[in-house]
């Protein structure tokens, strides 16, 4: 089973930039699709955005439409999130998802079949 590790979060002001990254494991990476999710304190677990295996599809939530980007380099097990303009709003613990199921993240994700442990981002002046 894929294991994945992720990176890049950190403190930075409104305005800023930070890019996330998902490091996976195992010989099936290439076969999942791949999405990120969020959990801010207090709150349910938030959708962001997910790249289906073969970079055929791309879905973001709303409130990160054109400020976020997924990424994926199969080669390397890994995907991205590049994080624009930065908001107090994104401050959360971002998750990085698989599933065989590009579905199965689009659908909120219950049931993934594989989850990181999470890297905080925290956006603060």
């Known amino acids: 089973q894929a294991r994945l590790v992720e990176s890049g979060g950190g403190l930075v002001r409104p305005g800023d930039s930070l890019f996330l990254s998902c490091s996976g494991s195992?010989?099936?990476?290439?076969?999942?699709?791949m999405g990120w999710f969020r959990q801010a304190p207090g709150k349910e677990r938030q959708f962001v955005a997910a790249?289906?295996?073969?970079?055929?599809?791309?879905h973001y939530a709303n409130s990160v439409k054109g400020r976020f980007i997924i990424s994926r380099d199969n080669n390397k097990n890994t995907v991205f999130l590049a994080m624009n303009n930065l908001e107090p709003e994104d401050t959360a613990t971002y998750y990085c998802a698989a599933d065989s199921s590009l579905e199965t993240l689009l659908g909120g994700g219950a049931n993934v079949e594989v989850w990181g442990q999470g890297t905080l981002v925290t956006v603060s002046a």
């Open positions: 195992g010989r099936m990476f290439a076969l999942y699709a």
């Open positions: 790249m289906a295996r073969g970079r055929s599809a791309i």
